[in-house]
């Protein structure tokens, strides 16, 4: 089986072939041309020049449905299911079995999708509501559905970004299963260390050309991504190894919701980042929705520099100086319509922007400028809508509107999730030198080696509480895996470290 | 970039509210003004009685309630929501300035302030129950365009009430304040209030929060802005409008009819929309819904001189907004 398009036009002298029975891993940084290249190969975009074969015969793709009819299935990195349908529904969508000409035969749907199910060896229930699973789970709806077609070509568009370890390597066995002599997988990621895991070969793209195909057990992703960014990259941004503790800016006791955290305490410093790792569902992002006061608190209390703080909204936390940056950068960070501009200016327009209720935009305009340049945001200009820029350069957009408003504590949510290597580790730097300037982070990473190269002290989630808190000299892939995994009737409730002694009487 | 290219685009008005996308909004109100300019054509060319400054003037004058109307839906409309009670609001707000000013005899400016804040207080309502209570739009402004209609009717004992008494009150929207310059006040008010309006909405915290919250809620919310308490701030402000609207109405009928209102706000908003105001929220203009506000009532009028019945005006005014979304989103699709 093989494709070659030598010479698309927002692609040029593109060329990939895909072998049967094999993985090949499709790398480069955001606007490589990756996704455009998958729009052409399921026939979205037509080809200005340049030809595809599909198993020795050439063939044209005319949309969506007609490359799925010839075998090719993608997967997009948005879910494309239904919320409210069950599981079943889901998979048939289109093409249900019927009783007669009108009715729906729903004994037969569930059957049919069971057998699937069963087939795969997935954990899924047929009647279960999409909306109401985990991102894991629905993603192992998406590889159903696409396998319901019988795929003959498998293509993952970063299948995931959204999951932790242990939902990659179920992701990674059913792959391994799906792979036979007859059909292919292109599996497109950034995250290095899974493409070894996974591929057989690596294809390389940059600028929209084709820099070349590798091995991937004869190739190193050091090299891997050099060819990626053209360049090596200068030794990783570590973080500063604190020796004295700052002292204590926010600490949060005996926090709880309604639905899943328990008594979750833990403080953080001046100029610390604290990395908050966990599963999926571990309570992470509920965590930092509660403190800033976009979810509900049942019972716990936040205190900043030794004062309680009563957070309704997260209007209340921006005023503190709290800001929260969302993991859907898309959805909850970005007005994407708007400017580069408006968005850097949204939250400070009452402290800097605005006299007797007017808008100061020459000083908003300067003062985007001026975090354009600081933070190297890459844009033709501070008016371009955010929808325009990749994914590494939104969520600088998204950092420069905190900063602007001069926040104390920043809570990222996976902040280099989408983003690409080159732009990482420009993130990482920015969190260093925040950190260095004496802001405090918490930073929620599903991403292990980012939590580790990052965090000064690392707390660790399991089913809605802290299963344990490591400093960075402690931490390693095992312990914080180790604590990740424990059931939630195992943890041993955290007492702070030694060292917390001053965070008492409160 | 250098302080000289931060002026340049400081020069085009609003700053950054204007973008890439900026370019957009002026071709739809482009677009608009094209097609109203076109009607105004055709009518010239259909009826030599059209085009004259008398009649000219009618159409201004047939613009205000609509128009005043439409300016304060603009701001509901870019946040995402909509307004359907502004119709029998404008009635209620009608009938309880002529109580004011006709029944408890309160000097005819206190009348009017009182009638207007009366809107803003409808608004307020509105916005409560949209905000707070979380409850949609189109329903909490159903349940309120429903409790107008039958409180407008109840005040007034289903009487209508006049102003025969209250000459100062009707010269509101026909006296003539400039002298030699035969145009009615109500005219120049709604000019007043629409350079207000735009003011509002491109120069205004408030108008930057109402396309914030249109263009994302929920990411604007977590940008820490009070989204509950602008929502309610944006409602009231159409409340406010409102009232105004009712003040003008009857100012120029001489009398509140509380019977009437229901069909207003469905023309108010297909000014807003023809006038390019997404109803998805998060793009719009105030110099859009003027236009579009126009577009009707040129309409309206040219089909009258015309003698063409009232009920072939409204299928071709739909026909028009039909047309005129269209074109619209063809052109987003183009883009």
Known sequence: ?506 | MTASTVRAAQRKWGGSMLSASGLKDRLQQFLAFASLIVIFVFFSAANSNFFNYANITSILFSTVVIGTLALGTTFVIITGGIDLSIGTGMTLCAVVSAILVVNLGIPVPLGVLGAVLFGGFIGFINGFNISVLKLPPFIATLAMMLVAQGLSLVLSHTRPIYFSDQPSYTKLSTGKLIPGLNLPNAVIILGIVAVVAGVLLNRTALGRYTYSIGSNEEATALSGINVRKWKITIYTLAGLFTGLAGVMLSARLGSAQPAGGTGYELQAIAAVVIGGTSLSGGKGSIVGTVIGALIISTLNNGLQIMSIPQEWQNVILGGVILVAVYADMARKRAA
């Open chain 1, 1 to 506: 089986m093989s494709k070659r398009f030598p010479g698309v036009k927002a692609l040029s002298g593109m060329h990939l072939d895909l072998r049967y029975g094999e993985v090949l891993a499709l790398v480069g940084e955001n606007g490589a041309g990756k996704s455009t290249l998958m729009k052409v190969l399921t026939g979205i975009h037509s080809v200005d020049e340049g030809s595809f074969f599909l198993s020795g015969s050439p063939f044209e793709p005319t949309g969506p449905k007609h490359a799925q009819e010839c075998g090719i299935s993608i997967i997009h990195q948005e879910f494309t299911l239904m919320p409210d349908l069950t599981v079943a529904e889901n998979l048939y969508l289109g093409r249900e079995p019927r009783s007669g000409r009108f009715f729906l035969d729903d004994r037969r749907l569930n059957q049919q999708t069971q057998e699937l199910i069963d087939r795969l060896g997935l954990p899924l229930d047929p009647r279960k509501l999409v909306g109401n699973l985990s991102v894991a789970k629905q993603q192992m709806v998406e590889i159903a559905k696409a396998l319901a077609y019988d795929a003959k070509v498998l293509i993952m568009d970063e299948p995931t970004a959204a999951l932790n370890d242990a939902e990659v390597n179920v992701l990674h066995g059913l792959i391994r299963r799906f792979v036979r002599a007859d059909t292919g997988v292109i599996y497109i990621s950034h995250r290095m260390n899974e493409l070894q895991l996974i591929s057989d070969r690596i294809t390389v793209i940059r600028d929209g050309e084709f820099i070349r195909t590798l091995e991937t057990r004869q190739t190193t992703m050091p090299e891997v991504i050099s060819f990626m960014v053209g360049r090596e990259l200068t030794s990783a941004a570590k973080h500063q190894v604190q020796t004295d503790h700052g002292e204590v800016l926010l600490s949060v006791a005996g926090l709880s919701t309604k639905h899943l955290l328990k008594d979750v305490s833990f403080e953080l410093r001046k100029g610390e980042i604290l990395g908050f790792a966990g599963l999926m569902g571990a309570g992470r992002t509920e965590v930092a929705r509660a403190i800033v006061g976009a979810d509900k608190m049942d019972s716990g209390t936040v205190t900043l520099r030794g004062k309680r703080l009563h957070i309704r909204n997260p209007a209340d936390a921006a005023k503190h100086r709290i800001g929260y940056l969302s993991e859907d950068r898309k959805s909850l960070g970005l007005l994407l319509d708007r400017d580069v501009n408006d968005n850097v200016g949204l939250s400070s327009i009452k402290e800097l922007f605005q006299s007797f209720g007017f808008i100061k935009a020459k000083a908003m305009l300067a003062k985007s400028e001026q975090y354009r340049k600081a933070l190297n945001i890459k844009t033709p200009s501070v008016q371009q809508a955010a929808r325009n820029l990749s994914g590494g350069n939104q969520q600088k957009v998204v950092i420069a509107k905190w900063l602007v408003k001069n926040c104390d504590i920043l809570i990222f949510d996976e902040p280099t999730r989408g983003i690409d290597v080159g732009a990482k580790e420009e993130i990482y730097r920015l969190l260093n030198d925040l950190a260095r300037e004496g802001k405090s982070i918490i930073m929620i990473s599903s991403e292990l080696p980012e939590a580790l190269r990052m965090s000064h002290r690392i707390v660790v989630m399991s089913g809605g509480r802290i299963s344990g808190v490591l400093s960075a000299a402690e931490a390693s892939q095992e312990r914080v895996m180790h604590f990740a995994t424990l059931r939630p009737d195992r943890i041993v409730p955290v007492t702070e470290p030694a060292d917390a002694g001053q965070g008492d009487g409160q």
